[in-house]
C-alpha cells in the first residue's frame, strides 16, 4: 500500500545511544518531516526538507540530525540519546508545500523510550 | 509567528450528540487550515483542510468546519456523535516556504453512551 512507512515501531535506548528512525514514501512526495509528540503539547516540528539535498531546522532540532539523499527516504538521527528525547515520532509527506488535495500523510509512529 | 489554540484539552458528549470543537489560530497572512484525527496507537488521519473559497469545509466522517477570518476559528463540527469518533482531534496551521504544519496540543473526545 502506498503511504509513509516508519522503522522501528517501538525502541528503548540507553543514554548516550545512537540510533536512526527510517521514514519512507513511495508516493513521489518533495515535502518531508519528522515531528515529536508529547503529552499536551501537540506535535512540535524536529527537522524538514522540500526535496533531494535539502533539509532545513523547525522547532525543536537540537540533538536531531536528517539527511535527504532521494526523493523516497528522510531518516532522522539521535546522536546521543537523551530522556527528554522519550516521545513519538511521526514521520509526514505531502506532495507541495500545502499539502495538497491530500494534505500531510504521516506515517504509524515510532515510540522512542531512553532510559 | 504562527500558533494554534485548541482551548479544551477534554470534551465528553453523549453519542448521538451534536460536537464542536474549538480552534483558533494566530497568523499573519491567509492560512491553510487542517484538522486531523489520531486514535489510540495510531498516525493522524486528514479529517477536512481550508485553503481558500467557501470557508464552510467538509470532510470525511461526517465532520465539517467553517473558517472564521474575523475571530481566527477554524471550528470543527459534527452534528451526531457515533461512538467510534472517540479520538483525539489536532487542529493545525500550515505556514512557511517549506514543509511546516503548526499544531494545536490537542482535544480528546470521549463519546458516552
Known amino acids: 500500500n502506498a503511504g509513509v512507512t516508519q522503522t522501528p515501531k517501538f525502541q528503548v535506548l540507553k543514554t548516550g545511544q545512537s540510533m536512526t528512525l527510517q521514514c519512507a514514501q513511495d508516493m513521489n512526495h518533495e515535502y518531508m518531516s519528522w515531528y515529536r509528540q508529547d503529552p499536551g503539547m501537540g506535535l512540535r516540528l524536529i527537522h524538514y526538507?522540500?526535496?533531494?539535498?535539502?533539509?532545513d531546522q523547525g522547532e525543536v532540532p537540537n540533538g536531531y540530525n536528517v539527511s535527504r539523499s532521494t526523493t523516497e527516504d528522510f531518516p532522522l538521527r539521535l546522536l546521543s540519546a537523551a530522556p527528554s528525547q522519550t516521545s513519538v515520532y511521526f514521520c509526514?509527506?505531502?506532495?507541495?508545500?500545502?499539502?495538497?488535495?491530500?494534505?500531510?500523510?504521516f506515517g504509524s509512529g515510532t515510540r522512542l523510550t531512553v532510559v | 509567528a504562527q500558533s494554534v489554540t485548541q482551548p479544551d484539552i477534554h470534551i465528553t458528549v453523549s453519542e448521538g450528540a451534536s460536537l464542536e470543537l474549538r480552534c483558533n489560530y494566530s497568523?499573519?497572512?491567509?492560512?491553510?487550515l487542517f484538522w486531523y484525527v489520531q486514535s489510540p496507537g495510531q498516525g493522524l488521519q486528514l479529517l477536512l483542510k481550508?485553503?481558500?473559497?467557501?470557508?464552510l469545509v467538509q470532510g470525511i466522517k461526517g465532520f465539517e468546519a467553517e473558517f472564521k477570518r474575523s475571530q481566527s476559528s477554524f471550528n470543527l463540527r459534527k452534528p451526531s456523535v457515533h461512538w467510534s469518533d472517540a479520538a483525539e482531534y489536532f487542529c493545525a496551521v500550515g505556514a512557511g516556504n517549506g514543509n511546516k504544519l503548526v499544531f494545536g496540543a490537542g482535544t480528546i473526545l470521549r463519546v458516552k453512551s
Open positions: 509526514a509527506s505531502s506532495l507541495t508545500r500545502t499539502g495538497g488535495a491530500g494534505g500531510y500523510t
Open positions: 497568523y499573519g497572512a491567509t492560512p491553510y
Open positions: 526538507s522540500v526535496g533531494a539535498g535539502i533539509t
Open positions: 481550508y485553503f481558500s473559497g467557501d470557508t
